[in-house]
């Protein structure tokens, strides 16, 4: 027999859960919540919070990215350069808030749990290289971009150098940088 062992859970005590940590989160920062806290604060018992998560990351990261996923939509304009660009400014909206600094905090933590930094990356980071993805092949479909066109390249090209000021030079990340940013690499990538 597989497949996980127990009762299932029940939603409304993972949703206070993963609201709980979420609320936390935001308030005082990851080093400051506690399983106990978010216990407390989402009435039910620690048992039950490590019935169903491991670690006080993961349900975390469960919580904010419960939070997180649902404030950055994928547009979908008719233009590639407009998708793309409204894509990377809610992104960079999003990582310069407070809710997106927590990102960097978790990076940080990351660091010193293996499971918690493939999390993000599967849960969180992946996806929105996929919405990127999805963007781009879109724009090659509707000829806008060339088809032999290397698409993991040009989603480095296109958003390594946003993760790179938000996490290595901690210079400003605003719209009009972003703007001028896509604009520079889609001249880039439509010479290619």
């Known amino acids: 027999m597989t497949g996980k062992r127990g009762r299932p859970r029940n939603v409304e005590s993972q949703k206070s859960i993963l609201s709980a940590s979420y609320e936390l989160l935001l308030e005082n920062g990851f080093q400051a919540v506690t399983v106990d806290k978010i216990a407390d604060r989402a009435q039910v018992s620690k048992a039950t919070i490590y019935k169903w998560w491991p670690n006080k990351a993961a349900v975390v990261m469960d919580g904010f990215l419960y939070a997180a996923t649902t404030r950055l939509p994928v547009p979908d304009t008719g233009s590639t350069l407009q998708d793309i660009q409204i894509h990377a400014t809610n992104l960079t909206r999003f990582l310069t808030s407070r809710e997106g600094i927590i990102i960097t905090e978790l990076l940080g933590e990351g660091q010193f749990d293996s499971g918690l930094a493939e999390a993000y990356r599967a849960r969180f980071f992946r996806p929105r290289r996929l919405e990127a993805r999805g963007i781009l092949e ?4 509707r000829g806008e971009l060339k088809k032999n066109l290397d698409i993991g390249i040009c989603i ?6 946003i993760f790179y000021r938000l996490l290595v030079t901690g210079e400003a990340l605003d719209e009009p940088y972003v703007q001028q940013l896509v604009s520079n690499a889609f001249e880039g990538i439509r010479s290619i």
């Open 156 to 161: 480095d090209l296109i958003y390594g150098p």
């Open 138 to 141: 879109k724009g090659v479909q």
